[in-house]
């Protein structure tokens, strides 16, 4: 029996009102779900690992710059059509493993700026050829990301694609207010403290343009979130702003003290603490970005593995075992890609219990 029977399905990608679904679940219950950037289907894979292991829900979300890679480096990509085949490529791959692991998965993407947006009106081709055959779209959800634009700019390209997306019960995720610190090609590093932080007034904006389209939508508001790893003291994080929106817009809608209107996102999770988390949760944050944790992770277990077995890996055969041994079976990559695959699961198996999301979803797994 699953914990999460309010689902149309509980295995696999899932789309439209059941993502609103568990993200109201969530909220209710207090958990947040980590968003993991993929970059090939060895990292899907780590992540769908212990999201099944640890009976959570997960997000898997693919970047601009991940989707290229998905594609291959090696093929151009000025006009970001790579980035738009390796999306697709990516979302097909997941779609058709993830059902084994016995979850609920929410496939993504990552910020997409305004000079990226042709990635963005890619994909949304892709989910509309991908809803005339199958009902839903290929993606459960994309994220607009037009901080550095004005915020009546970015308010109303976000109206204009969720008019859209909404065709398709789609979810939209968008920013407001500056994430700092530098992300696979989003580089916020030098931006005005201010930016860092955004008003109630701005969240709720964003709030009553969108709301009469769908009530499916996320906002990713800055409250001194940055990008990357950062020394305790150096990032002035203040997740009590989230408490803030929330009083702002429970009030302006006219709804009791202490409801939680908002479905509020999280970016710029590494190094923050626990504390820091759990107060952000506690606002109404659903959704919690991870990246730089996960590629460290998954690099120490390759680099754990290479150092261990340095001496089986300098030639194809002769090792300490004698002159004409093979050593085939320490450099197959399945080898020491699965070790990377390991220790990244570890990791986010970590930010699920950070998250208060581990456990949080019982139902039998095929594997």
């Avoid at 289907?41 to 780590?46: D, G, I, M, P, Q």
């Amino acid at each position: 029996m699953s914990t999460f029977d309010f689902l149309s399905r509980k295995s696999g990608v899932i789309y439209g009102d059941d993502v609103r679904k568990l993200f109201e679940y969530a909220r209710e219950r207090k958990f947040a779900i980590p968003s993991i950037n993929v970059t090939s289907s060895s990292t899907a894979v780590a992540v769908l690992e212990a999201a099944r292991d640890n009976k959570s829900p997960v997000m898997l979300q693919v970047s601009q710059g991940g989707a290229a890679f998905f594609q291959g480096k090696g093929v151009n990509n000025k006009d970001l059509s790579a980035s738009v085949t390796g999306s697709i490529a990516a979302a097909l791959l997941i779609r058709t493993i993830a059902p084994a692991y016995g979850i609920p998965v929410i496939l993504h993407t990552d910020h997409c700026q305004k000079k990226w947006l042709p990635w963005f009106d890619g994909m949304l081709d892709a989910d509309e050829e991908y809803f005339k055959t199958h009902g839903e779209p290929l993606f459960s959800s994309h994220m607009l990301d037009l901080s550095e634009e004005t915020d009546d700019e970015n308010i109303a390209i976000c109206v204009k694609y969720f008019k859209r997306m909404t065709k398709m019960n789609q979810w939209l995720e968008m920013e407001i207010g500056i994430t700092g610190g530098e992300e696979d090609g989003v580089n916020n590093e030098n931006a005005d403290k201010d930016s860092l932080y955004t008003s109630p007034e701005t969240v709720f904006a964003v709030h009553k343009a969108l709301a009469p389209i769908s009530p499916n939508f996320a906002i990713a508001a800055a409250f001194g979130n940055v990008h990357g790893v950062y020394k305790p003291g150096n990032v002035e994080l203040r997740p009590s702003i989230l408490g803030e929106h929330q009083a702002y817009a429970a009030q302006q809608l006219g709804l009791k003290n202490g409801s939680k209107p908002l479905f509020l996102v999280f970016h710029g999770g590494s190094g923050s603490s626990q504390q820091e988390f759990n107060t952000a949760i506690n606002h109404g944050v659903v959704k919690v970005n991870l990246d730089t944790d996960c590629q460290y992770a998954y690099t120490i277990g390759s680099r754990d593995y290479i150092l261990k077995n340095k001496d089986y890996l300098q030639s194809m055969i002769g090792n300490p075992q004698g002159a004409d041994k093979p050593n085939k079976k320490y450099f197959d990559p399945r080898v020491w890609i699965r070790e990377s695959e390991k220790t990244m699961s570890g990791r986010v198996k970590e930010a699920l219990e950070v998250f208060h999301a581990a456990g949080t979803f019982k139902s039998e797994s095929k594997l």
